[in-house]
């Protein structure tokens, strides 16, 4: 991610979110959507974004499951100080993006990703994510974007 000021660049880890987590992670502090309740779904698997060696600082979550033939994208968040014209750092959820298309790789999926879009936002993910709409506010990222957003966030690993 790069921090938007200075231009600097710095790397990430990409873990799994854990119940101690969840303490910082509330609506009273900003993040939009209920995380406790992601975390509480059996189905789903919720995971941070921190720069590496801070780990105490959470930069973005991403919920995801593991269906038959791709990984379907929940909700991706960045945190509320990674948001609008004031925010700290860039990149955010296109990691997390990667990241979801690099497990799909991994489950055997061919790094195929789906997920349901704000309708505003169809546009600027077909843009920024190489994804398609095939219809309603269904977007699908298919294996060669995935392996293109995988190459820019996980250049180093």
């Known amino acids: 991610i790069e921090n938007v000021v200075t231009g600097d660049s710095f790397q990430t880890e990409i873990s799994v979110l854990t119940k101690t987590d969840l303490n910082v992670i509330t609506k009273s502090k900003g993040w939009t959507f209920n995380w406790k309740t992601e975390f509480n779904d059996p189905v789903k698997e919720v995971y941070k974004l921190n720069i590496v060696n801070n780990s105490t600082i959470i930069q973005g979550l991403i919920s995801l499951e593991i269906k038959a033939d791709h990984v379907y994208m929940h909700l991706v968040e960045n945190a509320p100080f990674n948001r609008g014209k004031s925010k700290m750092y860039s990149g955010v959820a296109g990691n997390l993006v990667a990241f979801a298309c690099k497990l799909s790789f991994q489950r055997g999926n061919q790094g195929n ?28 990222i298919e294996s060669k974007a995935a392996q293109i957003l995988i190459d820019k966030y996980f250049q180093n690993q």
């Open 113 to 140: 990703i789906a997920f349901i879009s704000k309708t505003q936002l169809i546009d600027h993910y077909v843009k920024t994510l190489g994804a398609f709409h095939i219809g309603g506010r269904v977007l699908v």
